[in-house]
Antibody, heavy 122, light 107 residues
Framework: EVQLVQSGAEVKKPGESLKISCKGS????????IGWVRQMPGKGLEWMGI????????SYSPSFQGQVTISADKSISTAFLQWSSLRASDTAIYYC???????????????WGQGTLVTVSS | DIQMTQSPSSLSASVGDRVTITCRAS??????LNWYQQKPGKAPKLLIY???SLQSGVPLRISGSGSGTDFTLTISSLQPEDFATYYC?????????FGQGTKVEIK
């Protein structure tokens, strides 16, 4: 059974750093891209970026480029999303999701993690 | 970025109703369009990929259509478990974007 299990909720202060995780199981972790999606309180979904754990090739949304870092450790089948200096506006639920490659590049997210709530408050 | 615009933003419907949600892309995205359902406190769930392909396990009352810039998600007979928020999402370019969501509420 394919599973993506994310790390637990975090409460941080502005300016602090943070790294959250997403562990894949039940499939070949290195062969599927993992994406990250933000959902701010009461708002919609925002695509942040994506990583291929096989070679750590990464792509970011222009809105998130330079604001976060996406990485992966294939030895432990885990992807990461990290901030060097959090802001109150980073308060949100963050989801990881596995990208499936469909017909002629019609990609989609077929499995999702349960989400990690990040709260940034002084 | 490709902008995705859904309409309506919300709707009220009764069990058994036929419901249609539309999604318009700011440029031609062929059929690189996916639909997700999200219930409160839960992760999104894939319903439709490639504009019209039904994800395994999704009930046949749900369907998708469209190509180019205009797309539709249809629920032929709304069931209690279908009350949720629905999002379209384009995967035509590397930087994916989602629509703003359509909340389907009980009338």
């Amino acid at each position: 059974e394919v599973q993506l299990v994310q790390s637990g909720a975090e409460v941080k202060k502005p300016g602090e750093s943070l790294k959250i995780s997403c562990k894949g199981s039940g499939y070949s972790f290195t062969n599927y891209w993992i994406g990250w999606v933000r959902q701010m309180p009461g708002k919609g979904l925002e695509w942040m970026g994506i990583i291929y754990p096989g070679d750590s090739d990464t792509s970011y949304s222009p809105s998130f480029q330079g604001q976060v870092t996406i990485s992966a450790d294939k030895s432990i089948s885990t992807a990461f999303l990290q901030w060097s200096s959090l802001r109150a506006s980073d308060t949100a639920i963050y989801y990881c999701a596995r990208r499936r490659d469909g017909y002629k590049g019609r990609y989609y997210f077929d499995y999702w993690g349960q989400g990690t709530l990040v709260t940034v408050s002084s | 970025d490709i902008q995705m615009t859904q309409s309506p933003s919300s709707l009220s419907a009764s069990v058994g109703d036929r419901v249609t949600i539309t999604c318009r892309a700011s440029q031609n995205i062929s059929s690189y369009l996916n639909w997700y359902q999200q219930k409160p406190g839960k992760a999104p769930k894939l319903l439709i990929y490639g504009a019209s392909s039904l994800q395994s396990g999704v009930p046949l009352r749900i369907s998708g259509s469209g190509s180019g810039t205009d797309f539709t998600l249809t629920i032929s007979s709304l069931q209690p478990e279908d009350f949720a928020t629905y999002y379209c999402q384009q995967s035509y370019i590397t930087s994916w974007t989602f629509g703003q969501g359509t909340k389907v509420e009980i009338k």
